[in-house]
């Protein structure tokens, strides 16, 4: 009965620590659904985990981050994510659609403040395309631990 108990005890260690640093995908996508602004629409999409079962996360940030453009992982990211981001907008909102953006996503505590390259303003028409990279971090919040049952 020890042994059973120990190994149940071991067993639920390693599920906790493994949904913590687990990226929930839908919970990200859900949540990017509400911060994006109207008008934008996420065209590319390539999300990562940073640290898999049992892997020192401070290693696998250190490989992730030399391969990602949005640099040294902060302390607590357990993934990132790298988006293409366009839209149509009236002739004057030139760069107003970037700065929603960034606004919508920093005020998630899933998402650390994102970057934001290769901003593109094209007119179409009346209106004018805007289109740009952004690349951010996913914090603890974006974790199956933090998420379960939500």
């Not at 079962?53 to 453009?69: D, K, V, W, Y």
């Not at 992982?73 to 988006?83: F, K």
Request: aromatic share 6%.
């Amino acid at each position: 009965m020890v042994a059973i108990t120990n190994e149940l005890r071991v067993a639920k260690g390693e599920v906790s620590q493994i949904s913590a640093t687990a990226v929930d995908w839908s919970a990200v996508v859900a949540q990017l659904q509400q911060r994006i602004p109207a008008g934008l629409a996420v065209t590319t999409f390539s999300g990562s985990s940073l640290a898999a079962a049992g892997a020192p996360a401070a290693a696998a940030a250190a490989a992730t981050s030399a391969n990602n453009p949005a640099g040294t992982a902060p302390a607590g990211a357990i993934g990132t994510l790298a988006l293409g981001v366009s839209g149509a907008f009236p002739s004057s909102a030139h760069f107003d659609p970037v700065a929603q953006w960034i606004d919508g996503l920093t005020v998630s505590t899933m998402f650390s403040p994102p970057g934001v390259a290769a901003v593109t303003n094209a007119p179409s028409g009346a209106n004018t395309t805007v289109a740009f990279q952004s690349n951010l971090w996913l914090t603890a919040n974006s974790s199956l631990s933090k998420n379960a049952g939500s």
